[in-house]
């Protein structure tokens, strides 16, 4: 039962994003399934997953349909205003979201999304499905070390592991790991360096095939009040540039979240984001195509037309 409702909750809201318009309560249970019974269990359903929603962050507006009458309410998720709001994670918590965000995107691409939005256009009714991808929450992590590693954190348990450099010369370490974080489109952890005695950052990809567990469970104490995001930020972060880029609007969400609006037509916003990390930067701008124009700095923009030119050349 749960999970037909959480199925029920997830095709809602990938609806609901995707509309261009407002849905009605009958267009909704026409197209969602899982919405049976009665008018009044319908009813009572949808509240009770309406409040589900707003209770996790997703805000729902609701509006008439029609502006000029007094008709039967509208119901949409806003993409600009979709966001969760993740607050201070540990490093478990971290890895099962990852793994629910993992489940999410499978829900957004499966048979019974899909068919909610072919029934929507069957209705008339504009859809947006292609966008759905960038706006499911998303951690993007690769490495088989991550759900390791935030248990040896949970754990306090020694780890040992080959690591490449910055000559990309592959080291061994010993660690005691304090946490993981995300800056930049990377996952670094931040742990104690065993043979250099000192707090050191690993990034996840630079790591050498598997991590090994070396001590026993509470090996090691952790300052509570130590901050890893705050720690990265202070030691990887110090020098930032600013981009000034258009992005189109309603797009460009994975660029937003740290962006400031300076001007808007009705195409696109005029917005001034910093960075630090180009490389990841330009990965993030190039993944968005042609819903980012980038204006300065210059070497960024000469750097993201050079990727543009290498990716025509090798389709040619």
């Given at each position: ?8 909750l997830?095709?809602?809201t ?7 318009r407002?849905?009605?309560?009958s267009?909704i249970?026409r ?16 509240e ?7 209770r ?12 000029g ?5 509208g119901y ?6 979709y ?9 478990v918590?971290?890895?099962l ?12 691409l499966?048979?019974p ?11 008339g ?5 292609d ?6 929450p ?15 954190i ?13 000559q990309?010369q ?9 946490g ?21 950052t690993?990034r996840?990809?630079r ?9 026993k ?12 995001l705050?720690y ?9 540039e ?13 660029l937003r979240?740290?962006a400031r609006?300076i ?11 910093s ?22 700095p ?8 050079l ?10």
């Open positions: 039962m749960a999970s037909r409702k959480n199925e029920r997830i095709n809602l990938i609806a609901l994003l995707a509309t261009k407002y849905l009605t309560k267009e249970f197209t969602i399934e899982g919405y049976e019974g009665s008018a009044e269990s319908k009813e009572r359903m949808f009770r997953d309406k409040d589900d929603l707003r996790i962050g997703i805000v729902i507006d609701v509006r008439g349909v029609d502006p009458f007094e008709d039967e309410p949409r998720i806003h993409p600009e205003t966001s969760l709001n993740l607050g201070e994670l540990n490093g918590e971290v890895a979201l990852s793994l629910a965000a993992e489940a999410w995107r499978g829900a957004a499966s048979e999304a899909q068919s909610a939005l072919v029934k929507l256009r069957s209705l009714i504009a859809s947006d499905f966008a759905l991808p960038n706006l499911a998303r951690l993007n992590v690769t490495s088989p070390n991550f759900v390791p590693l935030t248990q040896a949970a754990d306090r348990i020694t780890v040992t592991f080959g690591y490449l450099s910055a990309m592959e080291e061994a370490r010993t660690v005691n790991p304090y993981l974080g995300s800056r930049q489109g990377h996952w670094y952890l931040v742990a104690f360096d065993k043979d250099r005695l000192d707090i050191r690993f996840l990809d790591l050498v095939g598997n991590i090994a567990l070396v001590s469970k509470n090996s090691f104490e952790t300052d509570p009040s130590f901050n890893v705050t990265l930020d202070s030691t990887l972060f110090e020098k930032r600013v981009a000034q880029m258009s992005i189109r609007a309603g797009r460009g969400h994975a979240g740290d609006v001007s808007a037509d009705d195409e696109f916003d005029l917005c001034e984001i960075y630090s990390d180009e490389s990841s930067f330009v990965d993030t701008i190039l993944w968005h195509a042609d819903d980012v124009i980038v204006h300065s210059d070497h960024l923009r000469k750097k993201v037309v990727h543009l030119e290498a990716l025509v050349r090798a389709h040619e």
